[in-house]
C-alpha cells in the first residue's frame, strides 16, 4: 500500500477527531438518539481508530527494518559461493565434484549454463554446394524457401529462481555436497563448513524475520481497516451519519452544518 494511501487513512482519523470537537462545541444541542453516534461512541471509535494507525506506523518501520536487515544479510552470497566453488576446485575435488558444485552455483549466481551449439554436419560447405570444380552459391530465394532446420531450438529457462528461500535452499545444499568431500578443508576460517552454517542460519532467521514483520504489518493494515471502513459501524460511515444528523438538526444552510460538511472521510474497499 503506498505512502500516499496510508496518509489518507491518517487525514479520515484526523477528521474524524475533528467533527467530534465540533459535536462536543455545540453542547446540549448535540444529542442524537442513536447510540452509534453520541459522543460516548465517537470517542471510542477515535481511540481505537488513531491507535490502529499508530499500529500501522510501527510495523511499517519494523517492516522496514527487517527488509533492510534481510538485505544486508544476503548480499554477499553470491561473492561467497564463488569463493567456495573456486576453494573446492582448488581442494583436488573429482571432476563430477566440481561438476555438483558448479550446478549448485549457477543457480545462487541465477545463470544457466551455456549451450553448445550443434556441430555443423559434415559433407557440406556453407553457403553453397559443390559439383565437381563449380560451386554455386544459393539464391536470396532459395535460401527463404529452404526448410527450417531439424536441429532443437533451445527454449529460454527461467532463472528467476533468485527469492529468498531458493537462495537459502541452494546455499544449504552447497553446504551438504561440500560436508560429502573429504578433500574440502580450507584454511579460511569463513570457508570452513562450521562457518557457512552460521552464515546459513543467519539467512534462514533474517529472512524468516522479514516474513513476519511483512505478515504483522498486513495484519495491522486489516485491523485499520476493519475500524475504519466497515459498512455502518466503521469510522467513515458513523462520520457521515453523525453529518446527516447536524443537517437534520441546525439545517443544510446552517453554518454549523457548513463546517462540518467539508470534512471530507474518502472510503476504501477493505
Do not use: W
Not at 444541542?29 to 461512541?41: D, G
Not at 544459393?138 to 528461500?165: A, C, G, L, N, W
Amino acid at each position: 500500500m503506498s505512502s500516499t494511501s496510508e496518509v489518507g487513512h491518517a487525514k479520515n482519523v484526523a477528521h474524524f477527531a475533528t467533527l467530534i470537537n465540533y459535536c462536543t462545541s455545540y453542547g446540549s444541542t448535540y444529542n442524537p438518539s442513536n447510540n452509534a453516534i453520541k459522543l460516548a461512541a465517537l470517542n471510542t471509535i477515535s481511540t481505537n481508530a488513531q491507535a490502529a494507525i499508530n499500529n500501522v506506523t510501527t510495523s511499517l518501520a519494523a517492516n522496514t527494518t527487517a527488509i533492510n536487515a534481510r538485505i544486508v544479510a544476503f548480499q554477499g552470497i553470491k561473492k561467497l559461493s564463488t569463493r567456495m566453488l573456486s576453494a573446492l576446485v582448488a581442494s583436488g575435488a573429482t571432476a563430477q565434484q566440481k561438476a555438483n558444485a558448479k550446478t549448485i552455483n549457477r543457480k545462487i549466481q541465477g545463470s544457466r549454463a551455456k549451450i553448445t551449439p550443434a556441430p555443423t554436419p559434415s559433407g557440406g560447405t556453407t553457403g553453397g554446394t559443390t559439383t565437381g570444380t563449380t560451386t554455386t552459391t544459393s539464391s536470396s530465394t532459395e535460401k527463404s524457401s529452404t526448410p527450417p532446420s531439424t536441429q532443437p531450438v533451445p527454449h529460454p529457462i527461467s532463472v528467476s529462481q533468485q527469492s529468498y528461500d531458493n537462495l537459502i535452499q541452494h546455499f544449504q545444499a552447497f553446504i551438504a555436497l561440500l560436508q560429502t568431500i573429504p578433500s574440502y578443508n580450507p584454511n579460511e576460517t569463513d570457508l570452513k563448513i562450521a562457518a557457512l552454517n552460521t552464515y546459513s542460519a543467519n539467512l534462514t532467521s533474517t529472512n524468516t524475520a522479514a516474513i513476519t514483520a511483512h505478515t504483522n504489518l498486513n495484519n495491522t493494515r486489516i485491523a485499520r481497516n476493519k475500524i475504519l471502513y466497515t459498512p455502518v459501524t466503521g469510522l467513515c460511515d458513523i462520520a457521515e451519519e453523525v453529518k446527516n444528523y447536524l443537517k437534520s438538526v441546525y439545517g443544510a444552510s446552517a453554518p454549523e452544518y457548513k463546517q462540518v460538511r467539508v470534512l471530507k472521510f474518502v472510503k476504501h474497499k477493505l
